[in-house]
């Protein structure tokens, strides 16, 4: 079983930036591909990024390409999701999700969830 805790989110002026972190208590956090996802209100939860269980290939919605980056750390069982040039649009809980198979865009595919953690973006 994986447990997926997701912090860093908060309010923040569009064009600013924050860093998303999620601690997983899994003994087998390296085995797994990590993804972000994000669910605006009234909307579907949609892809924002994803990492390979090594870390060597990531990979982003179109909508977040050169203004988000992935990240993990192995030895410390997190992934992180830094969030640079904000905007209002960005506004949603965002998720950390793990998948015991390949990564993926297709929120299916992962088996595990975090609770959520909520992103402001103020005009």
């Known amino acids: 079983q994986v447990q997926l805790v997701e912090s860093g989110g908060g309010l923040v002026q569009a064009g600013g930036s924050l860093r998303l972190s999620c601690a997983s208590s899994?003994?087998?956090?390296?085995?797994?591909?990590m993804g972000w996802f994000r669910q605006a209100p009234g909307k579907e939860r949609e892809f924002v990024a994803r990492?390979?269980?090594?870390?060597?290939?990531?990979d982003y919605a179109i909508s977040v390409k050169g203004r988000f980056t992935i990240s993990r750390d192995n030895a410390k069982n997190t992934v992180y999701l830094q969030m640079n040039s904000l905007k209002p649009e960005d506004t949603a809980v965002y998720y950390c999700?793990?998948?015991?198979?390949?990564?993926?865009?297709?929120?299916?595919?992962?088996?595990?969830w975090g609770q959520g953690t909520q992103v402001t973006v103020s005009s």
């Open positions: 999700a793990a998948a015991r198979g390949p990564s993926s865009a297709v929120r299916r595919t992962y088996d595990y």
């Open positions: 899994g003994r087998t956090f390296s085995s797994y591909a």
């Open positions: 990492i390979t269980w090594s870390g060597g290939s990531t």
